[in-house]
């Protein structure tokens, strides 16, 4: 048996190590979200005041775009139709190409094949494998119930399981009209239906989530309070621009007559480029600030009075010719930004609320270019008769803000932003991740907070970075950096996990688990300190403190099939076999491909003497090998 259970352990160990790996390194928003789940406070946010306090919470007076309908009716007909209106439908009421919903056989390279099934206002995805001769090994079919994306260029699909969201292994590509693999997905290894879709995909893709508080990315019923991006999103809160509206002129109190509704025409261009920006900028990677989370953006804000985000510096300018670089800073890199002073901005082009159909685009695009070329008189070089040719027919963006080339991934520029006098050829890989030293944070927004906050973030980025490089030099800068805040704010538990991470790859294991105790303590559902300790303590063979964080684990979620497959592996080392079975077999019916957890069980049921069982097991895990899992 202790042979058989060694084998295991090391096929069950890479598996995970991978598995938790990649849960680590993705430091998204999602995992960020997390750390702020905390009372608040009064607040201080002046740049000098010696005690960080928590800001107050945002205005929570929301009343959804309905209402705003009522009486905005023609604005609300003409955003209807615009993709950021439609970016989020349930599956039941999407209206789609024909062809996207029909029943379809998906085969993707690799030997999982698809299906997409719809039975009635219902969409099922399930997916098969077959051994060599045909038998099927398993079919695990899943409802998915929203669809992501207006479909401009494709669409993600969503399910949910345990009060949370996760992604279908299968996407809608618009371009070529077929369902295929998500993107990122290699075709014989990948998350399957287990890619979490968290806060982190949809602050900027659904108008408004039904959180449980206190629990990061999990939601009542129902999930959305709000589908698509809503007028709200851009507007802020409407609920006291609806009472300042229904009480009479006589009866506003002096000093109560500016209306209470964000116009973002009103606001100065930074902050009314912000209002775009909370979406429209991904960056390397962004940070809350301290005692903030996600969902406290409120339109009228600067991004940094909630996050800082980190893009590629200057010295990369040259690699902003990438289509991984968003418009915004694309945009930013133009000419006509940079000499007018700032002015040029996502609305001198793009209407909020609407886009141009086809016929007029050339139209519309000309007369925002013409609203500032003409007034300088600083128009086309080219002269007008060779303008005015065929195809561009004066087209000012077809020759200066030309397409980059087709792509079917999301998140990539498909216009050039950076409106260049002559187009130029783009990469069309994105470029390797820029060093360390070359991210900077957007738009100077360091000079904007206080010193000890932009310590916190930077250290905080660097700590992400050091775990990914196991570079010992970028985790000592961080490390310095954490420690400082640390001193300042004491129950910052991102700045504990992280300084955590710092310590353990600096060689100070024990410091290390103290930290994340520590955290721990002050925030017992956070998942990531939860995975962290369960991990460690089973390196260090310290199993019943392993198979405790993992118990506490599966509370906040159970979603995860290497993770139980790791519970089943230090249950069975601990002598407790029927639990042990338990987890290994809801490691099998989350993830059908895990053929250790099948070899794992026909040996233990082989013990106990289940001989068909046993074979069962046995059998599987055999077939699952030869199809290549
Ligand atoms: C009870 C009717 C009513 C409802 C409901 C309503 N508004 Fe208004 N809104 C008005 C009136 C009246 C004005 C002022 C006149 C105008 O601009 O049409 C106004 C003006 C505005 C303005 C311009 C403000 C300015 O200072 O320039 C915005 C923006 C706006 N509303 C957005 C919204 C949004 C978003 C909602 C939903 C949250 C909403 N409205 C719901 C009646 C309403
Ligand atoms: C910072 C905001 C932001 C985050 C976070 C984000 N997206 Fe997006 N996403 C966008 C924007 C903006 C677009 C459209 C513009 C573009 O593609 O350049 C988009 C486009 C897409 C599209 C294509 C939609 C269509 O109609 O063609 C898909 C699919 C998508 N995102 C999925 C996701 C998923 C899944 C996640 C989480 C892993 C995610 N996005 C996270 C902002 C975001
Ligand atoms: C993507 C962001 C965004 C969304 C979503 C959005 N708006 Fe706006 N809205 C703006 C901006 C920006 C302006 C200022 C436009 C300008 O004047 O250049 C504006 C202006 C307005 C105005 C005042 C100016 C006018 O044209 O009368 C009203 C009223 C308004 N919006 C209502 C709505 C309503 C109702 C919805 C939802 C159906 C909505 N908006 C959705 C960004 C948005
Ligand atoms: C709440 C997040 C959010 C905000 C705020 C937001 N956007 Fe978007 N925007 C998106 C997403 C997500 C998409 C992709 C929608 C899709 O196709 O599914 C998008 C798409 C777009 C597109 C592409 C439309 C097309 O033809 O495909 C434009 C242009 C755009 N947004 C402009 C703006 C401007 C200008 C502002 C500020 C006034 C703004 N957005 C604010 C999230 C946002
Ligand atoms: C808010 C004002 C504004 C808008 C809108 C605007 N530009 Fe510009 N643009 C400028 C300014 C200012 C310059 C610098 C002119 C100069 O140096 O005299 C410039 C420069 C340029 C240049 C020269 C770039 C170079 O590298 O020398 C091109 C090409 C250009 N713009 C095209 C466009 C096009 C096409 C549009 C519409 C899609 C547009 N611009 C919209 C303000 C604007
Ligand atoms: C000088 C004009 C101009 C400015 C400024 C501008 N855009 Fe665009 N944008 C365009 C044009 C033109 C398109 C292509 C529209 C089409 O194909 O119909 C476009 C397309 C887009 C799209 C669709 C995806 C793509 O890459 O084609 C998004 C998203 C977008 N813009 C976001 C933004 C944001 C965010 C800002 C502000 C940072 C911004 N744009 C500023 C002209 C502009
Ligand atoms: C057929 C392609 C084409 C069209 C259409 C076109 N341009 Fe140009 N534009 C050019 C080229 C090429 C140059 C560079 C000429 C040179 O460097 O001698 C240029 C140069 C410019 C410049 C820089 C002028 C300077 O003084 O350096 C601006 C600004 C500009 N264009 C704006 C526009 C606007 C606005 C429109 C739409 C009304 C437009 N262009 C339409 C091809 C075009």
Redesign the pocket.
């Known amino acids: 048996m202790k042979r058989g259970q060694w084998r295991l352990s090391l096929a069950v160990l890479l598996v995970v190590t991978a598995a938790g790996g990649a849960l680590w390194l993705t430091r998204s928003r999602t995992d960020e979200v997390a750390s702020t789940d905390r009372p608040v406070t009064p607040h201080a946010t002046t740049a000098d005041s010696p005690v960080p306090q928590k800001p107050p919470p945002a205005d929570t007076g929301f009343v959804g775009s309905e209402k705003c309908s009522q009486c905005h009716q023609a604005i609300a007909e003409t955003y209807r139709s615009h993709p950021m209106a439609r970016s989020l439908t349930p599956v039941k009421d999407l209206v789609a190409a024909e062809n996207e919903l029909a029943d379809h056989l998906v085969e993707p390279p690799g030997s999982r094949k698809y299906r997409v099934r719809p039975d009635g206002n219902r969409l099922w995805h399930h997916e098969f494998l077959s051994d060599p001769s045909g038998q099927p090994l398993y079919d695990q079919q899943v409802e998915v119930t929203f669809a992501l994306g207006s479909g401009s260029r494709g669409r993600a699909y969503l399910l949910e399981r345990d009060g949370r969201l996760f992604a279908s292994s299968l996407n809608w590509y618009a371009r070529t009209q077929q369902w295929g693999l998500a993107p990122g997905y290699s075709p014989n290894s990948h998350k399957r239906f287990e890619r979490e879709v968290g806060q982190g995909c949809l602050i900027c893709h659904a108008g408004r989530t039904n959180e449980v508080s206190n629990q990061p990315n999990v939601y009542s019923s129902p999930v959305f309070l709000e589908n698509a991006i809503g007028c709200e999103r851009c507007h802020g809160p409407g609920q006291r621009h609806l009472d300042y509206h229904s009480a009479q002129k006589a009866s506003r109190l002096p000093g109560d007559d500016a209306d209470p509704i964000v116009n973002p025409a009103k606001l100065d261009v930074d902050r009314r480029e912000d209002v775009c920006h909370q979406c429209h900028l991904q960056g390397e990677s962004q940070h809350l600030r301290y005692g903030r989370q996600m969902s406290d953006f409120r339109p009228g804000m600067r991004l940094e009075d909630v996050w800082l985000i980190f893009v590629s510096g200057e010295r990369r300018s040259s690699e902003r010719q990438t289509q991984a670089i968003s418009q915004v800073e694309q945009m930013r890199s133009s000419t006509c930004y940079s000499k007018s002073d700032g002015r040029v901005g996502c609305l001198s082009c793009h209407d909020a609320h609407s886009t141009p159909a086809p016929a007029e685009r050339a139209d519309f695009y000309?007369q925002r270019?013409?609203s500032c070329?003409a007034e300088t008189k600083?128009?086309?070089?080219?002269p007008e008769t060779?303008?005015?040719?065929a195809p561009?027919?004066?087209?000012?963006v077809?020759?200066?803000m030309p397409s980059l080339g087709t792509s079917d991934v999301p998140h990539t520029t498909q216009t050039d932003h950076r409106i260049l006098?002559?187009p130029e050829p783009i990469r069309s890989e994105p470029a390797a991740r820029p060093a360390n030293t070359d991210l900077v944070i957007f738009d100077r927004a360091d000079q904007r907070i206080p010193q000890w906050e932009t310590n916190r973030v930077r250290g905080l980025m660097l700590a992400g970075l050091a775990e990914k490089s196991r570079e010992r030099r970028i985790a000592a800068e961080a490390e310095s950096l954490l420690k400082a805040t640390h001193k300042i704010v004491r129950d910052d538990v991102e700045v504990i996990e992280w300084l955590g991470v710092t310590r353990l790859l600096l060689g100070n294991t024990s410091e290390a688990r103290s930290l994340w105790q520590a955290g721990l303590a002050l925030e017992p559902r956070r998942e990531s300190l939860l995975v962290r300790l369960a991990f460690f303590s089973h390196d260090l063979h310290d199993l019943s403190a392993a198979a405790t964080y993992f118990d506490r684990l599966f509370e906040v979620n159970p979603s995860h099939a290497a993770f139980h497959g790791r519970q089943a592996h230090i249950l069975g080392q601990i002598g407790d076999f029927d639990r042990a079975i338990q987890a290994a077999n809801r490691a099998i019916e989350l993830d059908p491909t895990l053929s250790q957890a099948h070899e794992w069980l026909a040996q233990v049921h082989q013990m106990r003497r289940q001989k068909d069982l046993s074979k069962h097991h046995q059998d599987m895990s055999r077939r699952l090998r030869q199809a290549g899992f």
């Not at 561009?392 to 000012?396: D, I, L, T, W």
């Open positions: 000309r270019c013409l070329h600083a128009g086309c070089r080219l060779q303008r005015l040719l561009e027919a004066n087209s000012c077809a020759c200066h006098r002559r």
